[in-house]
């Protein structure tokens, strides 16, 4: 009798959760434990895209009619908001615990490295747009453009604060 195929476009990791006496699924797996320092570096990673979270936020208000309509200021703006939104859900899907499933890890790690990298990068053109915008109409609506370029220049260091803190987390052993 022929071997059951397996559907191509099946996750890998499903193989690891198998039925239990009751009849339900659960996750046979391996874990990735935390050491001491990935507990502390993902706490910070958290911390960070809270805060930045809150600055990309307020960064949405304070902008003015001089700045809200440019596209220097608006395309590295958005592609920041979704870049912080990728690392963040990544940050929290590794969990508050010692351990998560091993395919989490391997799969959340790189994300937040590359979406804090992406949000770092797009957080300093934003910032560069309102310095233009600042010396493109000097005297208007100078608060506005000087408080976004401060909370974009804010959510770049908790970008940088999050990728250092994803850089932490060994995923090397995980196969």
Do not use: C, H
Not at 24 to 40: D, H, I, R, V
Not at 50 to 67: E, H, K, N, Q
Not at 88 to 110: C, D, H, M, Q, T
Not at 117 to 146: C, D, M, N, Q, R
């Amino acid at each position: 009798m022929a071997e059951k195929k397996k559907k191509s476009w099946r996750k890998e990791y499903l193989n690891d959760f198998k039925p239990d006496e009751d009849g339900k699924y659960s996750y046979q797996g391996k874990m990735k434990t935390f050491s001491n320092e990935e507990l502390a570096a993902r706490t910070r990673a958290g911390s960070a895209s809270a805060s930045a979270i809150f600055f990309i936020l307020a960064a949405g208000f304070v902008t003015g009619r001089d700045i809200g309509g440019k596209a220097y200021v608006l395309i590295p703006y958005l592609v920041l908001l979704g870049a912080f939104g990728i690392a963040a859900w990544n940050v929290f899907a590794l969990g508050r615990g010692g351990e998560v499933r091993s395919y989490i890890a391997k799969r959340a790690v790189p994300r937040i490295v590359g979406g804090a990298t992406t949000a770092f990068v797009s957080a300093i053109l934003a910032a560069a747009g309102a310095v233009l915008a600042i010396i493109g109409a000097p005297g208007t609506e100078l608060i506005y453009k000087i408080s976004f370029m401060t909370l974009m220049l804010l959510s770049a260091a908790d970008a940088y604060l999050m990728r250092k803190a994803g850089e932490s987390i060994d995923i090397s052993g995980i196969v």
